[in-house]
């Protein structure tokens, strides 16, 4: 297991939070957007446990776990709330993309970090 680096945590953070901010430019508090921080430490403890070995021979692990995490809790979630709020489909469709592309901003900002 590798150590879990703070600053990467913080970088993915930052990333998420700035793809949000693309689609979201409008609507929330800003301080919400610090909330990425608790999906950022959770995949950098993900691919902490992984270890920087197999990371490095397998790097498409990086997308996998951050791609996945959002395609299998977070946007279950999504649509199950929307759902029952009676959200527009295009809503969700367009928060759909923008966690799935702001998880895999996380992902890539952890592979870069290395």
């Known amino acids: 297991m590798g150590v879990m680096d703070g600053v990467a945590v913080l970088a993915a953070a930052g990333a998420a939070a ?3 901010w693309l689609f979201w430019r409008d609507r929330g508090p800003v301080w919400a957007y610090g909330l990425t ?4 430490a959770m995949l950098g403890h993900a691919l902490a446990r992984i270890g920087p070995d197999k990371l490095a021979l397998k790097p498409w692990l990086y997308f996998m ?10 946007l279950p ?6 759902l029952r709020d009676g959200a527009a489909k295009a809503a969700m469709t367009r928060d759909s993309a923008a966690f799935v592309l702001a998880y895999l901003a996380m992902g890539t900002v952890f592979w870069i970090w290395g």
């Open 37 to 40: 921080l608790i999906p950022a």
């Open 18 to 20: 700035a793809v949000l």
């Open 65 to 74: 776990q951050s791609g996945g995490l959002a395609l299998a809790f977070v």
């Open 77 to 82: 979630a999504l649509w199950l709330l929307g």
